[in-house]
């Protein structure tokens, strides 16, 4: 039966001479459409098999995904769904940055000792593996020192070499001490690195020239920074914090806390897309912060995802967003105390617009 609305428009619809069939699903496709006008997950891409997850990379030249899964790193094609390549011989696998002038990836692997997997981009194979320090964890290259960068949370450290490294008998340089427990890192480009330092509730400022800590700057009202990402063209840092669960904006210029939102809990990751910022939680929300003309942040959108999809890529022309999770149990957590993944469940969401 159709409400008072319908029939109205029904009526209106015949005035106009148009049939009233016609304008009702025009009607429903248009609300359909506004519905799906935000940020939204289009898809899952099933993977399964065995290993935990963690950061993930994607390349939007190849629009392919690096997948760290514990003891062995995925390479998908985002478009199909296809793994294209299984690259094998870590220990505990977290991250992956790639150089595609050098045809090189980087792996870091944080089990033992620490050391970073070096493989070739268009076949996959590895091309050696290098020391690096104890628990070598989040990993990025910057175009502007041309080096590596790692984060060691258990060494305290940032790890830099140049990515044309020798792949068998290649060395690190040395490291740079933070003054805390490092997460994720970003860098302007310019000479600065900005690192999260998650016991010490502040973003060690590196310069990368004298290879020392510049500044510490507190991240308050945050705590527990663990996401970072950077704003080049508005001189901002996007900070993910945990404790309270909030994203901090912050000023690179000199550490001044510009703006302070609520975002979910279990954040992981944050990221920087053109006007937007987006802040990736365990709790299966995206949370998606937008800037007014009047450069005010704001959130504009909170994105129900999956429980556990807490770290994310974007492809940077697609403006697609992909977030690695799984089904988990509920009453068996595993030897960390965190809920285990059901097995063959792995899956990556597709977030888009």
């Not at 997850?53 to 760290?68: F, G, I, K, N, Q």
């Not at 490291?175 to 690192?195: Q, R, T």
């Amino acid at each position: 039966m159709l409400d008072t609305w319908s029939h109205s428009k029904m009526r209106f619809a015949k005035h106009l001479g148009i049939m009233p069939g016609i304008f009702i699903y025009a009607s429903i496709a248009l609300v359909s459409a506004q519905a799906q006008s935000g940020w939204h997950v289009e898809k899952a891409i099933q993977v399964g098999g065995i290993g935990g997850m963690d950061y993930l990379t994607v390349d939007p030249a190849t629009h392919r995904l690096y997948v760290p899964r514990s003891t062995h790193t995925l390479v998908i094609d985002a478009v199909s769904g296809k793994t294209l390549a299984d690259i094998p011989g870590q220990k505990i696998a977290h991250g992956v940055a790639i150089v595609p002038n050098l045809n090189r990836g980087f792996i870091t692997d944080g089990g033992g000792n620490g050391s970073v997997t070096i493989f070739d981009l268009k076949t996959n194979a590895v091309l050696g593996v290098i020391a690096a320090q104890p628990d070598a964890d989040g990993i990025i290259y910057d175009p502007g020192s041309d080096r590596i960068l790692i984060s060691a949370g258990d060494s305290n450290n940032l790890i830099t070499f140049k990515p044309n490294i020798d792949p068998k008998s290649g060395k690190i340089e040395a490291p740079i001490m933070l003054g805390g427990a490092p997460e994720f890192l970003a860098a302007d480009g310019m000479g600065k690195v900005y690192v999260n330092l998650k016991d010490k509730d502040n973003v060690a400022v590196v310069d990368l020239k004298s290879r020392k800590v510049i500044a510490h700057w507190p991240v308050s009202p945050g705590g527990a920074p663990v996401g970072l990402a950077i704003d080049t063209q508005h001189h901002t840092l996007i900070i993910g914090c945990r404790k309270p669960q909030r994203m901090i904006v912050m000023s690179t210029e000199n550490g001044k806390v510009l703006n302070d939102l609520p975002i979910g809990a279990g954040v992981d990751a944050t990221k920087v897309e053109g006007a937007e910022a987006f802040a990736s939680c365990g709790d299966g929300t995206l949370a998606v912060i937008s800037k007014s003309s009047a450069g005010k942040y704001e959130v504009a959108q909170s994105v129900k995802t999956a429980r556990g999809a807490k770290t994310m890529g974007i492809d940077t022309t697609t403006h697609k967003i992909y977030l690695p999770t799984a089904d988990f149990e509920e009453p068996k957590p595993d030897a960390s105390g965190r809920p285990a993944p059901k097995p063959g469940t792995f899956k990556i969401l597709v977030v888009s617009r």
